[in-house]
């Protein structure tokens, strides 16, 4: 198991709300896991506590086998890659010195990169499809391309698991599906991936595991067939949305009702 997530409940300082509640969620190896829910209900909460980067006030987090809160940051790191929503870089890096950071967590205290360390980072670069960008400015790159260089940097660092916070949010939608294709790779590849999405068709395309963290601070996990239905999307998203087979595709698909026309003589 790569997560183990027991009863953990986790508040904001200075605030009376629990943005997690007593929360259980488990990841096993090679798994996808969308998790989905309102704004604000507590989704990027939820990967930064998995990722120690925030400590619940109480409940358990076990990262294969190891209590985090017990754990170094180079230990955690060494096994969680982290691929945030936006990324401004402070310095102006090329980005194949951007993804060969990635690389740090498996180097001792004044360890360097190697030629090998080097060399996989182009390589996944190439396997990518952005082996051209490698000595562009990273600053200088679109966003849709420097999504996909934070996910290069995610490979190279070899995690066991790589949480992405909306990694599509800001992408065309060519460029949403290409990162939703990469992150089906990366689970084939012995990833385990966990992804926070605002759109169910997301789940619905990755299908695997899916997770509705909710406004009172619970979760709800399964399979994405048992957990995205319409009754729950429409109770999330307060709309008719509709989940249809489409034939054309041989999948299920959520679908948006049509907007409402304005009937004519109305003021």
């Given at each position: 198991?790569?997560y183990?997530?027991k009863?953990?409940?986790?508040?904001?300082p200075?605030?009376?709300?629990?943005?997690?509640?007593?929360?259980?969620?488990?990841l096993?190896?090679?798994?996808i896991?969308c998790?989905?829910g309102?704004n604000?209900?507590?989704?990027?909460?939820l990967l930064?506590?998995?990722?120690?980067l925030?400590?619940?006030?109480?409940?358990?987090i076990s990262?294969?086998?190891r209590?985090?809160?017990?754990?170094k940051?180079?230990?955690?790191?060494r096994?969680?890659?982290y691929v945030?929503?936006?990324h401004t870089?402070?310095?102006d890096?090329?980005?194949l010195?951007?993804v060969?950071?990635?690389?740090?967590?498996?180097?001792?205290?004044?360890?360097?990169?190697?030629?090998?360390?080097?060399?996989m980072?182009?390589e996944?670069?190439?396997s990518?499809?952005?082996?051209h960008?490698?000595?562009?400015?990273?600053?200088n790159?679109?966003?849709?391309?420097?999504?996909?260089?934070?996910?290069?940097?995610?490979?190279?660092?070899?995690?066991?698991v790589?949480?992405?916070?909306?990694?599509?949010?800001h992408?065309?939608y060519g460029n949403q599906?290409r990162?939703?294709?990469?992150?089906r790779q990366m689970a084939e590849?012995?990833f385990?991936?966990?992804?926070?999405t605002?759109?169910p068709?997301h789940?619905l395309?990755?299908g695997?595991?899916?997770?509705?963290?909710?406004?009172d601070?619970?979760?709800?996990?399964?399979?994405?067939?048992?957990?995205?239905?319409?009754e729950i999307l429409?109770?999330?998203?307060?709309?008719d949305?509709?989940?249809l087979?489409?034939e054309?595709?041989?999948?299920k698909?959520?679908?948006?009702p049509g907007?409402?026309?304005?009937?004519e003589?109305t003021?």
């Open positions: 198991m790569i183990e997530i009863q953990v409940t986790f508040s904001y200075g605030s009376d709300r629990k943005v997690l509640d007593r929360a259980d969620l488990t096993s190896e090679g798994r896991l998790i989905l309102p604000g209900a507590g989704k990027t909460t930064n506590c998995m990722a120690g925030l400590q619940p006030q109480s409940g358990q990262l294969c086998g209590a985090l809160e017990t754990m940051e180079k230990d955690i790191a096994l969680v890659g945030p929503q936006l870089p402070a310095f890096y090329r980005v010195d951007f060969l950071m990635g690389r740090s967590p498996q180097m001792g205290a004044f360890g360097r990169p190697k030629a090998g360390d080097e060399a980072c182009l996944v670069l190439e990518m499809g952005i082996g960008l490698a000595d562009k400015s990273y600053r790159i679109s966003g849709g391309e420097r999504q996909q260089v934070l996910i290069a940097r995610a490979i190279v660092q070899r995690p066991k790589v949480l992405f916070d909306e990694p599509t949010a992408l065309d599906h990162v939703l294709e990469r992150i590849e012995g385990s991936v966990v992804i926070t605002h759109n068709d789940a395309l990755l695997d595991q899916a997770a509705i963290v909710s406004r601070g619970s979760i709800m996990q399964g399979s994405s067939e048992e957990i995205i239905t319409e429409r109770r999330i998203y307060g709309i949305l509709q989940l087979w489409v054309e595709l041989g999948r698909a959520c679908l948006v907007l409402e026309k304005e009937q003589g003021e």
